[in-house]
């Protein structure tokens, strides 16, 4: 079986420019995360959907940053105009949400770099 | 924001050796989950154990869970170089809404 797919898997550009980056996760799975990870600050929830919507986008950490989701199998994170300090490893996961938690199925991130 | 903390923060071992890892929290969980992660890859699932069980297996691996000290264990028995990577808890304190600890950065020499 197919596990997350994100694209690209590294990422470099200058500051100001628009970034996007693309999530596949796993058919049939209902529920889609994004993370960023830095070895300053670790795993950070940043946005959650559950059947294509969003629901808590708390952890965005400002409005350069969108999250998008326009069908099951396909979800896009967007920073414009980025900055050095997003450089990180941006994960996506997902995951069969029944009534309660289950594991989550994580890609294999994108190293972003803001020069 | 975390709320898992590992501990420690990193380990380092001979092959053959258990390893211990542990994992503090803060608010009431539905559910614990350790995590490994390999360099340069994603998270890979380990093992889940709800609030209500104290303890769960999985092969070499052995997770404790105290709901009274808000703390976990993690276990790995007769380890093998294979198991070098670093190991995270995450607290599920509702169904979708997980936090991941800074994790513990485990190294089995050969």
């Known amino acids: 079986d197919a596990g997350v797919i994100q694209s690209p898997r590294h990422e470099v550009t200058e500051m100001g420019q628009e970034v996007t980056l693309r999530c596949k996760p796993i058919?049939?799975?209902?529920?889609l995360f994004w993370y960023r990870q830095t070895m300053m600050r670790g795993l950070e929830l940043l946005i959650y959907?559950?059947?294509?919507?969003?629901?808590?986008d708390s952890g965005m950490p400002e409005d350069r940053f969108s999250a998008k989701m326009p069908n099951a199998s396909f979800s896009t994170l967007k920073i414009q105009p980025s900055e050095p300090r997003d450089s990180a490893v941006y994960f996506c996961?997902?995951?069969?949400?029944?009534?309660?938690?289950?594991?989550?199925?994580f890609g294999d991130g994108t190293r972003l770099s803001i020069l | 924001s975390q709320q898992g903390e590992e501990d420690p923060q990193a380990l380092s071992i001979q092959e053959g050796e258990n390893a211990t890892m542990n994992c503090s929290y803060k608010?009431?969980?539905?559910?614990l989950q350790w995590y490994r992660q390999n360099s340069g890859r994603g998270l890979v699932h380990l093992i889940l154990?709800?609030?209500?069980?104290r303890e769960k297996h999985s092969g070499r691996l052995r997770v404790t869970l105290d709901t009274s000290k808000k703390s976990s264990s993690l276990l790995i028995t007769a380890s093998r170089a294979a198991d070098t990577a670093s190991y995270f808890c995450?607290?599920?304190?509702?169904?979708?809404?997980?936090?991941f600890g800074a994790g513990t950065r485990l190294t089995v020499k050969p």
């Open positions: 996961a997902s995951s069969f949400v029944v009534g309660g938690n289950q594991p989550q199925h």
């Open positions: 154990i709800r609030s209500n069980e």
């Open positions: 959907f559950n059947n294509n919507v969003p629901i808590d």
């Open positions: 608010t009431s969980i539905n559910n």
């Open positions: 058919s049939g799975h209902n529920s």
């Open positions: 995450a607290t599920a304190v509702n169904n979708n809404d997980m936090r």
